[in-house]
């Protein structure tokens, strides 16, 4: 006599499988998630959490006006103009380091010459100092006791500067920017069909028309992502300020002074929301515009 057992059925039946019986699809999304598990812990613990406490820090009273700190930079004209100058100031930086960059990447990648692998390492060096570094150097060229200043104090009698300016401020941010265009469009010039150009000249382009029509159109997703690259570092550049001075105002400054000298979190916290608002958004346009690429466009 046989005796009938009872077949698991259900959830049950799921969990008395043997492992190696899990189809491909449940192996798959379990390696997925093993995968992602580690950055999206790092992401939850170092990112979101801290970022939405600050938020919320930031939705409290300003001591000075007695409104919600974010009220309180949209209303106050100190604010504004810390925030139009910073957008405007790395706008600016981000446009002139494409424009330079941009044709120099495109002269590299395209020419052959004695010399060429140093000229690029020298070019890409700034890469190496950090922000302090590089306003020091922005010192030693147009501070008190910098070679402008030294010069023109022999030839004119008076000492030209632009250290601690908005000016030196853009020359610091324009020399960490450069380097990251070029070895940008570099990377995208190698992977552009010259076939392309060819074409277009046996159709009797000339040198501007395929510039035009062939070759900014090939590398303008390296230059949208790389343009807002340079955006987002300009925007958040603390060293290089700090060390030109801290009677700028920009927001990393701001941030700095009402952190530091005033204990005024609320209005720390609601500047470094909107300074990463703004970055997040310049970032996804550009994203957007560059078709998903940003970041990897070479």
């Known amino acids: ?53 600050l938020i919320m820090m930031g939705a409290g009273a300003d001591p000075s006006s007695g409104i919600s700190a974010y009220l309180t930079i949209l209303t106050h004209r100190q604010y504004l103009i810390s ?37 690029v390492a020298i070019l890409t060096f700034p890469l190496a100092f950090p922000g302090v570094v590089v306003g020091f150097l922005v010192i030693m060229l147009g501070g008190r006791q910098g070679a402008l200043a030294q010069t023109s104090l022999l030839l004119f009698g008076e000492r030209w500067m632009f250290a601690y300016s908005l000016a030196g401020l853009f020359i610091g941010y324009l020399y960490f920017s450069i380097p990251r265009v070029i070895t940008t469009v570099m990377a995208a010039c190698d992977n552009l069909d010259q076939s392309l150009e060819e074409a277009a000249r046996s159709l009797g382009a000339n040198t501007w028309q395929v510039t035009k029509d062939v070759i900014i159109p090939g590398i303008a997703p390296a230059l949208l992502s790389t343009g807002a690259i340079c955006f987002a570092t300009s925007m958040g550049a603390f060293g290089t300020a700090f060390t030109l001075g801290t009677r700028l105002s920009i927001l990393p400054l701001n941030i700095y002074g009402e952190f530091t000298n005033y204990a005024n979190f609320a209005m720390a916290a609601a500047l470094s929301v909107v300074l990463g608002a703004i970055t997040w958004m310049a970032l996804s346009l550009a994203r957007r515009l560059a078709g998903g690429n940003l970041g990897a466009s070479v």
């Open 1 to 53: 006599m046989t005796v009938a057992t009872k077949q698991p059925s259900g959830a049950a039946s799921y969990l008395s499988r043997p492992p190696a019986m899990a189809g491909p699809a449940q192996r798959k999304r379990l390696i997925v998630l093993f995968a992602l598990l580690p950055a999206l812990v790092i992401f939850c613990a170092f990112w979101l959490l801290p970022f939405s406490r």
């Open 83 to 119: 925030l139009a100058t910073t957008v405007g100031l790395s706008l600016v930086v981000s446009l002139v380091a494409v424009a330079i960059a941009g044709v120099a990447g495109f002269f590299l990648a395209r020419q052959r010459f004695f010399g060429k692998s140093i000229l």
